[in-house]
């Protein structure tokens, strides 16, 4: 009995002293946890950030303190050479001490290979370009695609605070269950445009018309178009004063009855409303005056059927008043200004919009479980990340300028001292001796920030393109409904199958509205066909998608 009750005793001193022993080093004593970005993090017991894995530099360069070899799997640009050989990826290499293996695939094979890869286990550290959001919500869920979540905020400095200054990120790469398992890129140049209607600014001269700031003053100057000789090749009944290729560019026309910035598409009010814009009231008003300028022939007889390539030979001809190219498809010999229109109103709208910019792409990397090193990993695709006068003195020349341009000062240079243009250095002529006879880099399409205003230098018709969108267009930018918005597998499915069919229909029926084969007094029957087919299940699904999205940004 004693016996028994001194065991008892020696094993509760054995008990009170593990416990003792477990808490005697206070706050001087970590706690190892594993946790889902794949990396074995260490965190104090006042909860401060992980201890750095012994093969890393946390900050400067290089990244590793031995050479560090990572597996990725990458879509080649079409006819692009190995990205082994780009000089922008050895002076990575050089300057970070990781060193990567590609397995690239060309564009029209990537797909099936990635596929393959992940269905049989055998991926690699990481994926390279065009991962969907579906694959991310897949692959993430079962734990193939680790949570860079924790990376982020412990080793990408640059890309959280283009997450700070641009919310859309995060709304973009947090997944449904509020993780991030894809890297974004976010590409804006100056070079791009929000609507494309340009014209030569010598017609409206021509017919002693202003720049039109409504649908009625558009009209007076579309048939002026048709009444004189803008072009003054002395023929009366060759201009078209409206042209274009498909019935969405008269997106811009319809803007100016709704106010709503995407054209005949889905879009969002003030409210944070998802509606459907051909089913609004509103929309009869506009579809009545697109049928007006038909009738009286101010447009393209032909917009419907043509083809983009047929309509450019027509402004190249000099026949069409207002284009919806941009103006560089010209004739580079072109030298009369060319302007663009300002977003209209109308006696049902007073507020003019042009279509934001979305520079945000999503799945332009993930890295797997697979990888053992995933803290480096994060600290390279970070440097991609950085504007042009930041990063560290050893990787200033590592940022998404240089991923798309080359280095500054070997393959460009600024071509103006307010650094408006630039201009390319031989043996560099254009994008295409930069990537495939120059070999220096691959454009976009990985992790990057690229937020570059300077155009071409010696390009005409691009600086026109570009002082006409900054002034006409860009004042107005208004957001439309996002292209990055997430849906589950289910709403995926339901949305696929309502949409095309929606999509179809809208766009059969309002193009003979416009053209008269169909009469506008069915216009009722046409909405409530809309929602027969599903119109009022898809806003649901996508005002539930639309409100995830905007809560992520929060």
């Not at 993430?140 to 200054?165: C, V, W």
């Not at 007889?301 to 450019?312: A, G």
């Not at 969108?469 to 918005?485: A, G, M, S």
């Amino acid at each position: 009995m004693k016996k028994r009750i001194l065991n008892v005793f020696l094993v509760f001193v054995f008990v009170v002293s593990l416990l003792v022993g477990c808490g005697s080093g206070g706050k001087d004593v970590a706690d190892k946890k594993t946790d889902s970005s794949g990396g074995n993090h260490t965190e104090t017991a006042e909860g401060g950030k992980p201890d750095v894995p012994d093969y890393l530099n946390p900050t400067g360069y290089p990244i590793t303190k031995e050479k560090l070899t990572i597996t990725a799997m990458g879509k080649k640009n079409p006819g692009g050479v190995e990205w082994k050989d780009l000089d922008i990826i050895q002076k990575a290499e050089e300057v970070t001490n990781i060193h990567f293996e590609f397995q690239l695939a060309e564009e029209s094979t990537y797909q099936e290979k990635k596929n393959l890869a992940l269905n049989g286990g055998e991926y690699p550290d990481v994926f390279l370009r065009d991962m969907g959001i579906n694959d991310e919500e897949k692959y993430g869920a079962q734990g193939i695609f680790i949570d860079l979540t924790s990376l982020i905020d412990d080793y990408a400095p640059n890309l959280k605070k283009r997450m700070e200054e641009y919310p859309d990120i995060k709304s973009a790469i947090t997944s449904l269950n509020g993780s991030i398992y894809g890297l974004p890129n976010y590409i804006r140049t100056s070079t791009q445009n929000p609507w494309i209607n340009f014209m030569d600014a010598g017609w409206m001269e021509a017919v002693g018309k202003d720049m039109p700031q409504t649908v009625e003053d558009l009209y007076e100057l579309l048939k002026a178009y048709r009444e004189g000789d803008p072009n003054g090749n002395g023929d009366l009944n060759d201009e078209i004063p409206w042209g274009g290729a498909g019935l969405h560019t008269l997106d811009f026309i319809c803007a100016a009855f709704t106010g709503l910035s995407g054209g005949m598409d889905f879009d969002v009010q003030e409210n944070g409303t998802v509606v459907y814009t051909p089913s609004l009231p509103v929309f009869e008003e506009f579809l009545k005056y697109a049928h007006k300028l038909y009738s009286e022939g101010l447009i393209d007889p032909e917009l419907f059927v043509q083809t983009s390539q047929q309509h450019i030979a027509k402004v190249r001809s000099g026949i069409i008043g207002i284009y919806n190219i941009s103006p560089t498809n010209l004739p580079p010999d072109v030298k009369t200004p060319q302007d663009s229109l300002e977003p209209l109103t109308s006696e049902f709208n007073d507020k003019k919009v042009a279509p934001a910019y979305q520079p945000v792409g999503t799945g332009k990397a993930v890295i797997t479980d697979k990888c053992k090193s995933p803290e480096a990993v994060m600290r390279w695709f970070d440097m991609w990340y950085a504007d042009l006068e930041e990063g560290d003195s050893e990787a200033k020349d590592l940022n998404g300028v240089s991923m798309f341009l080359g280095f500054e000062g070997k393959q460009w240079e600024y071509a103006d001292d307010k650094r408006e243009t630039y201009r390319w250095i031989e043996p560099v002529k254009d994008f295409q001796t930069l990537r495939e006879d120059a070999r220096i880099t691959l454009n976009t399409g990985l992790p990057q920030y690229l937020n570059f205003m300077p155009y071409p230098a010696d390009f005409p018709l691009m600086e026109m393109k570009v002082k006409a969108v900054q002034t006409r267009q860009e004042p107005y930018l208004t957001d439309e409904f996002p292209l990055t918005v997430r849906y589950t597998a289910e709403e995926t499915e339901r949305i696929s199958l309502l949409e095309t069919d929606i999509k179809n229909y809208m766009e059969e029926i309002v193009s003979k509205f416009i053209n008269g084969e169909e009469s506008l007094k069915n216009f009722d029957k046409y909405i409530k066909t809309l929602d027969e087919i599903g119109l009022p299940e898809l806003l649901d699904l996508k005002q539930k998608a639309y409100d995830r999205w905007a809560k992520a940004a929060k």
